[in-house]
C-alpha cells in the first residue's frame, strides 16, 4: 500500500474506489476501513449506529437499492437507580446495575486485585437482577477455567482476528512482518485473500 491510498499488490486484482457507483456484492468483497465506510455512509445518508457489520450491511443494501437493514431496537433508557457505597455480599443486584466502579471496588476487596469484569461477569451483572453481589464472586469463580480459554475475537475486529491467526502460524514473526502480511491480505478481495 502506498501513501496514497492506494491498495494495488502484485498480481492481485485492484482494490475499486469506495464510491455510490460500487455494487453491494462488490463492497463485500472487499476489506474497508469504519473511517472509509463511515465517509460513504454519510455521503449516501445511510444510517451510520450499529457497528461496522451493521453499517457495512445497510451500505451494501443502499448501493444494491434494496431495502436498508431494520434498525437495531433502542437500548433501554439507563434510569435504573444504580447501587452505591457501602455493598456487601448480601446487596441485591438491581434490575439495570452497570459495572460500576462501586462493584469493581467490592469485587476487587473480595477477590483480589486479579479481579476484572470480563464478558463472563459484565453478562452476570446484566442479567441477574435479584441476585446478589455475594452470589457474583461465586460466580467469577465458578467461571475461572472457562475464561482462561482463548475467546472468539468478534468479526468486527477482523484485524486482531487476522494478528492472532498469522502469529499462531508464525509464532517467530516480528511485529513488522505480520502488518505487511495484513496490508497484503486486506488489499485482496475476501474470495482470494489469506494469509
Not at 87 to 99: E, F, K, L, M
Request: glycine share 10%.
Amino acid at each position: 500500500m502506498n501513501g496514497d491510498g492506494d491498495t494495488t499488490t502484485a498480481g492481485h486484482e485492484p482494490r475499486p474506489p469506495l464510491t455510490a457507483a460500487l455494487s453491494g456484492a462488490e463492497l463485500l468483497r472487499w476489506y474497508w476501513t469504519l473511517e472509509e465506510l463511515t465517509a460513504l455512509a454519510r455521503e449516501m445518508g445511510v444510517r451510520r449506529g450499529g457497528g461496522k457489520p451493521a453499517l457495512t450491511a445497510g451500505l451494501a443494501a443502499a448501493l444494491d437499492g434494496g431495502p436498508l437493514p431494520d434498525a437495531p431496537p433502542p437500548r433501554p433508557a439507563r434510569t435504573a437507580r444504580q447501587l452505591a457505597a457501602p455493598v456487601d455480599g448480601d446487596t441485591v443486584i438491581p434490575a439495570g446495575q452497570r459495572c460500576s466502579q462501586v462493584l469493581r471496588a467490592w469485587f476487587t476487596a473480595q477477590i483480589g486485585p486479579s479481579f476484572h469484569f470480563d464478558a463472563h461477569m459484565r453478562a452476570f451483572v446484566a442479567e441477574n437482577a435479584g441476585r446478589t453481589l455475594a452470589d457474583g464472586v461465586g460466580h467469577w469463580h465458578a467461571t475461572r477455567a472457562e475464561a482462561a480459554e482463548p475467546q472468539e475475537v468478534g468479526a468486527q475486529f477482523e484485524f486482531n482476528r487476522f494478528l492472532r491467526s498469522w502469529h499462531a502460524e508464525h509464532p517467530a514473526g516480528t511485529r513488522d512482518e505480520a502488518l505487511d502480511a495484513w496490508r497484503a491480505h486486506r488489499s485482496r478481495p475476501r474470495d482470494a485473500a489469506s494469509h
